[in-house]
């Protein structure tokens, strides 16, 4: 059985279950083959540090919103702008918005299991 520990305080700890999503088997991925040191804890968020999660994640949701915002600002104008090498406009215009993204999982936080169940049953 995987020992558990929360991704907040980092302590051994019974929480809610995080979900395991793309950036997290891509870490887990690097520490298995790169580093050599995954440790393949079950990642939670125990109840103590559940207010300061909800106020990382919806800084983490706030922030990919902003950051694509201004990314797909950036490559309207460059569109605009750029006379008649749109192709090219249009290609730089696709990395900033890439990088924009990528600024944003700079502050990733992984929604929980339970959370994830509430959504579907919601839209169900």
């Known amino acids: 059985m995987k020992e558990n520990r929360c991704i907040i305080c980092g ?3 019974n929480g809610l279950a995080v979900k395991e999503d793309y950036q997290i088997r891509a870490i887990r991925w690097f520490k298995r083959k790169v580093t050599r040191n995954e440790k393949g804890y079950g990642l939670v968020v125990c109840k103590e540090c559940y207010p300061k999660y909800r106020k990382q994640k919806d ?3 706030k922030k990919q919103g902003i950051y ?3 990314g797909i600002i950036f490559a309207f104008f460059l569109a605009a702008f750029s006379g008649s090498n749109i192709g090219v406009a249009i290609l730089y215009g696709a990395v900033v ?3 924009m993204y990528a600024l944003a999982q700079l502050s990733y936080m992984p929604s929980l299991v339970a959370e994830q ?3 579907e049953n919601r839209r169900k």
């Open 11 to 13: 302590e051994k700890r």
């Open 59 to 61: 800084s983490y949701n």
């Open 68 to 70: 694509l915002a201004i």
């Open 97 to 99: 918005i890439i990088f």
């Open 117 to 119: 169940k509430k959504e």
